[in-house]
């Protein structure tokens, strides 16, 4: 049965059957929108949806793997037979390369020793899959008045504090995988936004912080509210809001 409505705003976050994703729908549909829990696995990402709508959201589960054109292609047919429309999209979906470890402890990521293969694998997602689940949503959320993309990068993408041999980042170990493909989501966040500014969408990536999740083995400061929370004002601009953007809870970051 057709959900479609000519108000109710809907947004897709995909990763979104945990963590930072997660924190991210519930604020979404605690404000009133209807959410859809995009997930790899249909069993988690059902659970969390239900999870999600007994405490009072209108939230609903959609099958994506980023680096699977079949799934996104489904979601989008999905999310058009149902909706009609898509206001925001949230590329979440990412992975360190490195499991569930710290920053400081990714040794499989030091440039010099890196499996390419797993560089390899680290972009399928965190770049080529954004570009492939935002195309596919393209030409739904165009059908939304106020239509908004975030990105979902890091504070290790940021060329200008990882290359300072002083800064906050020096203890990080080098990275030939994570860190760079994040480089490479917010320059193609830039490219996305100068195509779609004329369109009206505005286009940014976010910097969460460290969080604590999964990825990271659970060694964040920050509570997963926290981390949230830039994905939300960003996913909620006005429409004099901020386009090609890099921004922190605080504020934009050097790119």
């Known amino acids: 049965m057709s959900e479609r409505t000519t108000h109710q705003k ?100 030091v440039p010099s020793t890196v499996d390419v293969d797993m560089v390899r694998a680290v972009f399928e997602t965190n770049v080529f899959g954004v570009i492939a689940a935002t195309n596919a949503m393209l030409p739904l959320l165009r059908r939304s008045r106020a239509p908004r993309i975030v990105n979902v990068s890091s504070h290790a993408a940021s060329l200008s504090l990882t290359s300072d041999p002083n800064g906050p980042f020096s203890a990080l170990l080098p990275s030939a995988a994570y860190s760079p493909s994040k480089t490479a989501l917010n320059a193609l966040t830039v490219q996305y936004a100068n195509e779609l500014r004329k369109d009206g969408i505005l286009v940014n990536a976010v910097a969460p912080g ?34 090609a953007g890099f921004f922190s809870e605080e504020g934009p970051l050097p790119w």
Not at 228 to 233: D, G, H, K, N, P
């Open 210 to 243: 460290y969080v604590d999740t999964d990825s990271n083995n659970h060694t964040g400061f920050l509570t997963v509210a926290q981390g949230a929370a830039v994905l939300v004002r960003l996913a909620t601009l006005g429409p004099d809001g901020p386009t």
């Open 10 to 109: 809907v947004a897709l976050v995909t990763g979104a059957n945990k963590g930072i994703g997660r924190g991210a729908a519930q604020h979404l549909a605690a404000l009133g929108m209807t959410v859809l829990i995009g997930a790899r696995d249909p069993q988690r990402g059902e659970q969390t949806a239900a999870e999600l709508r007994a405490a009072g959201g209108d939230v609903h589960a959609v099958t994506v793997d980023v680096t699977n054109p079949t799934t996104i292609q489904a979601a989008a047919r999905q999310v058009e037979d149902r909706f009609g429309h898509l206001d925001v999209l949230i590329n979440n979906a990412g992975i360190t390369g490195s499991g569930q470890v710290s920053p400081e402890d990714a040794h499989d990521q």
